[in-house]
């Protein structure tokens, strides 16, 4: 039986001839996900960009940048991270992700989750937000954390947001400073004093006024 990292580099090669959605097409690279292969911490956005597309790699464009100043904010470094997206190949025009192509590349999300096994998932954006928390708004939860699936399931805005509404940028990095909470709580160091983290179950309904602002898919 394969290992973990054996596996996982399995699926990086199986998603290069991955034909399962129109999306593979048009697409330059498949952009299957990158970091190690023990973590504590995975991050999913919603699909790759222009840049993501021509580099194959995630979070490389804008957001990419925004995103290194969060994990900052929350004492990390992208290599202590794996970084996915719901959608392994780039939608024309960088538009929204549909429910069919959401749907096609599930599995490889699920088995990277599954490999993984993070403590925390962090989730950027509102579609990768609906893989674990169904008809919610991230304007009502963005920074709180979940127990889903046995593990926390931590919403956040998408990177990308702060491109389009710079006064957001102050709210998502307080968010991430919470998060950084939340992982020390997990793993406290000697002699430290672990963070006061509030964990809530999902949310049941979603009867709430709309986001403001509107969630946008990366470049």
Not at 69 to 83: M, N, P, Q, T
Not at 87 to 95: F, S
Not at 141 to 164: C, D, N, W
């Amino acid at each position: 039986m394969p290992d973990k990292k054996d596996r996982l580099d399995s699926i990086r090669e199986e998603l290069r001839h991955c034909r399962q959605c129109a999306l593979a097409r048009g697409r330059r690279n498949v952009v299957p996900g990158e970091g190690p292969h023990h973590v504590q911490v995975m991050f999913i956005g919603e699909g790759p960009g222009r840049n993501e597309d021509q580099q194959g790699k995630p979070f490389v464009g804008q957001a990419g940048a925004v995103l290194d100043e969060l994990l900052a904010a929350a004492g990390l470094k992208r290599e202590e991270v794996f970084i996915a997206n719901v959608i392994k190949c780039r939608p024309p025009n960088n538009r929204d992700p549909l429910p069919e192509e959401i749907s096609a590349c599930r599995h490889w999300l699920d088995e990277q989750i599954n490999l993984l096994d993070p403590k925390i998932i962090v989730t950027l954006g509102r579609f990768s937000m609906a893989r674990f928390i169904e008809n919610a708004r991230i304007g009502r939860i963005h920074g709180q954390a979940f127990e889903i699936e046995g593990r926390k399931v931590v919403t956040m805005y998408h990177p990308a947001a702060s491109l389009h509404n710079p006064a957001l940028k102050n709210t998502m990095l307080a968010d991430f400073a919470k998060l950084g909470g939340i992982i020390k709580k997990l793993s406290p160091t000697p002699n430290s004093v672990p963070a006061t983290v509030e964990v809530k179950s999902p949310p049941e309904n979603s009867e709430e006024e709309p986001d403001a602002p509107v969630q946008l898919t990366l470049f």
